[in-house]
């Protein structure tokens, strides 16, 4: 499985962007996928995550109202829209992919519970 997110940037406090995965390679009918954020000296993060077949969705604290996941399966690609950003939300973006799908939508918060990573995207956001 091949994964590529983009559509990071540079944008100003409040200011909003729409990040993209797109999956290649291998693909499964039913699986999780997700969004976590990292900077530097610290673990990735848990942002929000997807189930495929369903559409199920579960944010973080941080971001819930702000940000908005989906998915296009006819494309094999999942979104991030990101509004109201500010200046925390600085970090690189990864979009994992978990193919075990038989726990609850809770347990996929945890970086451990995906198996495919791809390269991530840099969002910055400036004050």
């Known amino acids: 499985v091949q994964l590529q997110a983009s559509g990071g940037g540079l944008v100003q406090a409040g200011g909003s962007l729409r990040l993209s995965c797109a999956t290649s390679?291998?693909?499964?009918?039913?699986?999780?996928m997700g969004w976590f954020r990292q900077t530097p000296g610290k673990e990735r993060a848990f942002v929000a995550r997807?189930?495929?077949?369903?559409?199920?969705?579960g944010y973080a604290d941080s971001v819930r109202g702000r940000f908005t996941i989906s998915r296009d399966a006819g494309k094999n690609t999942m979104y991030l829209q990101m509004d109201s950003l500010n200046p925390e939300d600085t970090a690189v973006y990864y979009c994992?992919?978990?193919?075990?799908?038989?726990?609850?939508?809770?347990?996929?918060?945890?970086?451990?519970?995906?198996?495919?990573w791809g390269q991530g995207t840099l969002v910055t956001v400036s004050s």
């Open positions: 994992p992919v978990a193919r075990f799908v038989g726990l609850s939508g809770y347990h996929y918060r945890l970086s451990s519970r995906y198996d495919y």
């Open positions: 390679g291998r693909t499964f009918n039913s699986h999780y």
């Open positions: 997807i189930r495929w077949n369903t559409g199920d969705k």
